[in-house]
């Protein structure tokens, strides 16, 4: 892969025809062929902040 490895770091929003989806927080959606996937792995969501709902 030219340029080194890459983060993709959101949502992924859907997984077809080789091609990932995954929602940014900005709302922009990046697609990913999956021959280029070297890694991935669930992060669960933050707990709430104290003050904050």
Same mark, same amino acid.
């Given at each position: 892969?030219?340029?080194?490895? /890459? ?14 989806? #995954?929602?940014? /927080?900005d709302?922009?959606?990046? *697609?990913? @062929? *999956? *021959?280029?996937? #070297? ?7 933050? @707990? @709430?902040? @104290?003050? /904050?709902?």
């Open positions: 892969m030219p340029g080194g490895f /890459r983060d993709a770091v959101g949502i992924l929003v859907s997984w077809s025809d080789g091609i990932l989806k #995954v929602r940014k /927080r709302g922009t959606v990046v *697609e990913i @062929p *999956e *021959e280029t996937l #070297v890694a991935a792995k669930v992060v669960p969501a933050a @707990p @709430p902040r @104290p003050g /904050r709902m």
